[in-house]
């Protein structure tokens, strides 16, 4: 079975800093995708950057980006030039890329950007 | 594009009655439905995974019997918790798959939260 860990159970940064967010994970399957979700007071599930581990290099979406480190089991999230509207709780998600396609979440990161 | 939406958004029952819950994709078809449950300040716990016209797979520890999932249709899951208890009081989220060509995405409703009086 594949597990996803998240071992910082809460950050903060100032507004406009760099802030990254660990994310490691346990799995025997060579396709599969890894996921960033927010999801800040109202609740609803935001996907902020997805990653292909067939692929290498790493994926970006404006001002977040990730360090994914296969062989270490590893995909980060850093978030540049942090707003007040990213303060949130972050999930990384994996997905095995056949079968159910189920997401296996991490236990999350609350992150409190401060003015 | 890809929205799912959740009725109710909030929801009080007394104990011992039954409540639906319905995740409806409005604007694409869903392959596969998901229901996951949220205490607060905790991760999404997957309950069941539904496919339209099939029997609903269920996580193990969650209750079948309790939890009555039904996707009637490719844009239609409802969830059923049958003769609650104030320890069924969550946060309820339904996340719709349109398959491969969505690049895995799974798309969230914006939850439920149930409260069991």
């Known amino acids: 079975a594949q597990t996803v860990t998240q071992s910082q159970p809460e950050m903060s940064v100032q507004e406009a800093e760099t802030v990254t967010l660990s994310c490691t994970y346990d799995?025997?399957?060579?396709?599969?995708?890894l996921f960033w979700y927010k999801q800040p007071p109202s609740r609803q599930m935001i996907l902020v950057i997805r990653q292909e581990a067939y692929k290498q290099q790493n994926a970006t979406e404006n001002r977040f980006s990730v360090n994914f480190q296969k062989a270490a089991k590893s995909f980060s999230l850093k978030i540049s030039d942090s707003q007040l509207g990213d303060t949130a709780m972050y999930f990384c998600?994996?997905?095995?890329?056949?079968?159910?396609?189920?997401?296996?979440f991490g236990k999350g990161t609350k992150l409190t950007v401060n003015p | 594009g890809a929205v799912v939406s959740q009725h109710p958004s909030w929801v009080i029952c007394k104990s011992g009655t039954s409540v639906k819950i319905e995740c409806r994709s409005l604007?694409?078809?869903?392959?596969?439905m998901f229901w996951y449950r949220q205490f607060p300040k905790q991760s999404l716990m997957l309950m069941a995974t539904?496919?339209?016209?099939?029997?609903?797979?269920?996580e193990q520890g969650v209750e079948k019997d309790k939890f009555l999932i039904n996707h009637a249709s490719l844009t239609l899951s409802t969830l059923t918790v049958t003769s609650a208890h104030p320890e069924d009081s969550s946060f309820y989220i339904c996340s719709a798959y349109p398959g491969q060509g969505s690049s895995y995405e799974q798309y969230f409703g914006p939850g439920t939260r149930l409260t069991v009086t």
């Open positions: 799995t025997s399957e060579s396709n599969y995708y």
């Open positions: 604007d694409f078809q869903a392959t596969t």
């Open positions: 539904s496919n339209e016209g099939s029997k609903a797979t269920y």
């Open positions: 998600a994996f997905m095995k890329r056949s079968g159910s396609e189920k997401l296996v």
